[in-house]
């Protein structure tokens, strides 16, 4: 992406991150914070939430909201809290971006059990799904709000050995679509979908471990993206599935 961001483009804005202690979250709220935004971290571990909040502050961003939470098991009621911890910490929500994931390993579809299926589901497609309905009351009052799923390459070309994991997150196409469709009737609020493509991230690691790191994108090329889907400057585009390849940025 040639656009560039103003380090204050974020102002004013209240972006929450799914997944923020590690990988493209963790990522995600440091570009946020440093572009000015108030930033809400959710992750299961204290400990994580605890460095990426340093990070934050000694980058010189504003304090940011620390929500400890476990996705895989989390309820209405303690997604409904979230979202109103953050109306009572923040006053309001213009954000979301949904980077929490989980995966097993790559295996046969006969090697793959039930309960494998039902927790990459329950956080790849149903606690997006959960959290921002949770949030919809926040983001519908916000003047301009930005829902935005990370996706999964695979979701959209199905292969051999990505059972569970590829249509967990072959859910979040049809949400996408669905939730952008629903709505319409708020032009305020858009939601879209972005696929990363191959780069530098623990779950990259997880599941290409023969792939070096040289053959894949620096994180840093894929912010310039959240930057935009998150700003004022995507505006007016809805119901979007972007796939990327920044291997041809490495490094720049």
């Not at 974020?10 to 493209?24: D, K, P």
């Not at 309820?75 to 979301?96: M, S, V, W, Y």
Request: proline share 5%; with cysteine; charged share 20%.
């Amino acid at each position: 992406m040639n656009q560039t961001f103003a380090k204050d483009c974020l102002a004013g804005r209240v972006i929450l991150v799914t997944g923020a202690t590690q990988g493209v979250g963790r990522e995600a709220a440091l570009t946020f914070a440093a572009h000015g935004a108030d930033v809400v971290l959710l992750a299961r571990s204290v400990k994580g939430l605890e460095k990426v909040y340093d990070e934050i502050l000694a980058a010189g961003g504003k304090e940011p909201a620390a929500i400890p939470l476990d996705l895989l098991t989390a309820t209405d009621e303690q997604l409904g809290n979230a979202a109103f911890q953050i109306k009572q910490t923040l006053g309001r929500l213009d954000g979301i971006v949904h980077c929490a994931s989980h995966f097993y390993a790559l295996s046969p579809l006969s090697n793959q059990g039930i309960e494998e299926w039902m927790n990459q589901y329950r956080i790849n497609t149903v606690a997006p799904f959960a959290l921002s309905r949770a949030c919809l009351p926040l983001l519908k009052e916000s003047p301009d709000a930005s829902v935005l799923f990370m996706g999964e390459s695979h979701s959209l070309h199905p292969a051999a050995y990505w059972g569970g994991f590829g249509a967990s997150k072959a859910g979040l196409n049809y949400l996408t679509k669905v939730a952008a469709d629903e709505w319409e009737v708020y032009p305020n609020l858009r939601v879209n979908q972005l696929i990363p493509g191959p780069v530098n991230s623990p779950q990259r690691n997880r599941t290409h471990p023969g792939e070096a790191k040289s053959e894949r994108a620096d994180l840093s090329t894929l912010m310039p993206y959240l930057l935009y889907w998150q700003s004022a400057a995507s505006q007016g585009r809805s119901g979007e599935i972007i796939e990327l390849d920044l291997r041809s940025q490495k490094g720049e």
